[in-house]
Each structure stands twice: as C-alpha cells, then as structure tokens.
C-alpha cells in the first residue's frame, strides 16, 4: 500500500520562528491534505492541494504540492504558542477506487515562549 | 449538528468483551469514515461509508470489526472480543456529497482494553 513519509517527527522552536515539515510518498497522490490535531481532539483541515505545483496559503501557513505529486511541504511562519499540536500531512489517490486517506506519522510541534 | 460528534468519548473495558462506538457525521454529508489511531502514530483507515453504497470494508484489520449505517446518518463500529492490541483511538470523519477529500473529524472515542 501507499506509505508516507512525515519529517521531523517532533520539532521544538522559539515563538517567533518558522517552522518547516514535509512529506514524501512512495507513488503519487491526487490530493494532498495538512491537519492540525490538538491532544483529545479530532485532526483539523488546515490546507488542501489538489494540482501538482500548486502553493496555497491560510493565513501564516503555507503549503505546496509537489511538481512529482509524490511530496508536499507545509510552512508556519512567525511561530505562536497556539501553534502547537501534532501537524498530519494526508494523500489520496483517486485511481485507487477508494475514498480513504493515507496519513503521515504526525510532525509533534512545541513552541518555547 | 454543527459537527461530527461521537460517544463515548472514553471506554475503558476488559479483554474479551464486546464494544460499540457511535458517531453522528455533519447533517448533509453522505459520506462517513472510520479511522484507528494509536499512540503515536498516524490515522489508519478502517471503513468508508458512501449514502447507500456498499461499504469499503478494505481497512478493517479483523473479522471482529465491523460497522453499520443506518438510515444513511449515524454510524456503529463494533469490536467483538475485544483484545488489549485493539486500544486506541477511534476517529470518525465525514464529508459533503463530492468533496470526499476535505473530511471533518470528530473528536473520537479512546478505547482502552484492559
């Protein structure tokens, strides 16, 4: 099956800095998707990419769809305690037939005041 | 509702016995999910719901899963015989006819299998 990639695994910054995380796939994806998920809390969509090259911003956060389809990146900049939380990058293949996403490791991020 | 809610929220039960998960995806949306996830760990799929369709069952790691939809709303995600490796996070996530691939989770259920 399809497996991502997800890196750092954790990250520990000073508020105020930019963060960087990314994803890399063993095949290609129609659809990237970046989650937030806060502890007791369900993942929440904070960026989808649906065309290869494809950069879209919320807000302080960035992301691309790789030219390949097989990466993606997401960018936080000028870091806020509220950040914190566990990022998830997510694919889909639509030729898979299936409507499941296939979700990355999580990237735990820490923001120092 | 104005999201997906599920119950309970936390379960804690005994090897061996037998659990249901409930949840109630965003009014509208015909489409529903199931995700595991463990400590650690990313979202793993179970099974996927789409209005009366047959479900895509293709997630579920053993014949002791198994859910149900009823009326094309809320959903059930049954664990028989429950086993300590079963402990985790259970996840549910809808989405709007079409637009299969911005799902919104609930806050999921924490099972705990002693």
């Known amino acids: 099956g399809q497996q991502l990639n997800q890196s750092p695994q954790s990250m520990f910054i000073q508020e105020g800095e930019d963060v960087s995380m990314n994803c890399t796939s063993s095949?290609?994806?129609?659809?990237w998707l970046w989650y937030k998920q806060d502890p007791g809390e369900g993942p929440v969509l904070l960026i989808a990419?649906?065309?290869?090259?494809e950069l879209t911003s919320n807000g302080r956060l960035t992301a691309q769809f790789g030219i390949t389809r097989k990466d993606s990146f997401l960018n936080i900049s000028a870091s806020i305690p509220s950040d914190v939380g566990i990022y998830f990058c997510?694919?889909?293949?639509?030729?898979?037939?299936?409507?499941?996403?296939?979700f990355g490791k999580g990237t735990k991020l820490s923001v120092i005041p | 509702g104005a999201g997906v809610s599920q119950s309970p929220s936390n379960k804690v039960t005994e090897k061996g016995k037998d659990v249901e998960l409930r949840c109630d995806p965003i009014?509208?949306?015909?489409?529903l999910y199931w995700y595991r996830q463990s400590l650690g760990q990313g979202l793993e799929f179970l099974i996927y719901?789409?209005?009366?369709?047959?479900?895509?069952k293709s997630g579920l790691p053993s014949d002791r899963f198994s859910a149900e939809r009823t009326g094309g709303s809320v959903s059930t995600l049954t664990i028989q015989r429950t086993q300590q490796e079963d402990s985790a996070v259970y996840l549910c996530?809808?989405?709007?006819?079409?637009?299969?691939?911005?799902?919104?989770f609930g806050p999921g259920t924490r099972l705990t299998v002693l």
């Open positions: 996530a809808s989405s709007s006819p079409g637009n299969y691939n911005e799902q919104f």
């Open positions: 095949s290609i994806f129609n659809t």
């Open positions: 990419l649906y065309k290869a090259g």
């Open positions: 997510a694919g889909h293949y639509s030729g898979a037939g299936s409507y499941q996403l296939t």
């Open positions: 009014s509208g949306h015909t489409a």
């Open positions: 719901f789409q209005g009366n369709s047959a479900p895509d």
